[in-house]
């Protein structure tokens, strides 16, 4: 409570109710603020793993050093990467330790005047990525959890990122990303909404990492292959505003070179109809989360649709996306049940090869 009236009244730059010169520490608040997390998680790693300032105002306030600043950082840094929070913490005091060798060699050199803050060091290169393993996604997917609960909005990013990087769009987003997904999910509906903020941040994350995959360079299809027929048709049904499933797979068609034409959210029935008569799609995929939406009259409309000149006319086949369409079939529409099994069906369409 003192500590916060005196960060109100003296400001962050100073934020010291005794008046101490720039340069003696930040404040608990300061330095909550700057790494994303909240205040409390910064006493309570004090308090559980001796992770705590160097300085203390002679009211109690902690006061944080810039070395200390880089040992809650590189605990930061861990925990959001799925190490558990005790390992994390030795490994962060351990890092402290070997900044304080390095000062003192500094202080020891002529070259360098004592007291003087050593020269900052590069940043360690990062870690090589570990084998795919159940272990591994389990770690990618506690960081991610982690760094979302904290609003950690570059963290969040970063482990995304990696993920793709690390083992692809399809497996990011099947062994990361959905359940990841899930458990914030499942977390605001036990908390009420608590946590609605959490859940926002982090699917707008992972829309911003499915897009940049989509929009990644790929190589330019030969004429006359099937990847350079007429695009497919992606859509959500009427009412469906729940579209991040089928921007993974708009994203992972991206990566295979496949043309399409995504509409997004809540597509009226007109405009899907419009689009497969002007585009004339080998597969249409419409995607319905609830079903309160899906609209199996909708679906039929769709596959009994017929584009092209007459005499030559052609019939797109429905993808039918989402645990929205659990209830009476569609003859002849196809029914995948995860990202991997889209692609596959889509290419047997296509008559591709889809990688595995």
């Known amino acids: 409570m003192g500590e916060g009236r005196h ?47 160097a300085l203390r105002d002679p009211g109690h306030h902690r006061r944080w050093s810039e070395r200390d600043v880089a040992m ?18 030795h490994a962060a005091l351990k890092l402290l330790d070997a900044d304080a060798d390095a000062d003192a060699d500094a202080d020891g050199d002529p070259g360098v005047a004592p007291g003087r803050a050593a020269v900052p060091r590069p940043r ?6 570990p084998a795919a393993s159940p272990d591994t996604f389990v770690r990618r997917r506690r960081g991610l959890s982690r760094a979302a609960v904290r609003l950690d909005a570059p963290a969040m990013q970063d482990l995304l990122t990696d993920a793709v990087e690390s083992h692809s769009l399809v497996t990011a987003w099947q062994e990361v990303m959905v359940p990841t997904l899930h458990a914030v999910g499942r977390k605001w509906e036990e908390a009420g909404d608590r946590y609605v903020e959490v859940e926002h941040l982090l699917s707008w994350h992972v829309s911003r990492t499915l ?28 009412g469906e505003q729940h579209c991040l499933p089928l921007e993974a797979l708009s994203a992972a068609l991206g990566e295979l070179g496949v043309p399409q ?15 497969v008569r002007r585009t004339g799609p080998a597969v249409v995929v419409l995607w319905a989360q609830a079903r309160s939406t899906a609209s199996v009259p909708l679906a039929r409309h769709i596959a009994d649709t017929r584009w092209g000149v007459r005499g030559a006319r ?28 889209a692609l596959t069906q889509i290419g047997r369409v296509r008559g591709e090869a889809v990688p595995a």
């Open 124 to 129: 360690r290169p990062a870690r090589p990525a």
């Open 314 to 341: 052609g019939r797109s086949v429905v993808m039918l996306g989402g645990p929205g369409w659990a209830g009476p079939a569609v003859r002849g529409a196809l029914r995948p049940t995860s990202l991997r099994e």
């Open 72 to 89: 809650v950082e590189e605990m930061g840094r861990l925990t959001s990467a799925g190490v558990a929070p005790a390992e994390a913490a």
């Open 7 to 53: 960060r109100g009244q003296t400001g962050e730059s100073a934020g010291n109710p005794a008046g101490d010169p720039p340069g003696t520490g930040v404040t608990t608040g300061s330095l909550a603020r700057r790494l994303g997390v909240s205040p409390t998680t910064l006493r309570t790693w004090d308090r559980r793993y001796g992770l705590g300032p």
């Open 261 to 275: 034409r995504m509409f997004g959210a809540a597509v009226p029935v007109e405009a899907v109809s419009a689009a």
């Open 211 to 238: 897009h940049r995959s989509a929009t990644a360079p790929t190589a330019p299809a030969p004429p006359g292959s099937p990847a350079a027929s007429a695009p497919l048709v992606l859509a959500c049904v009427p």
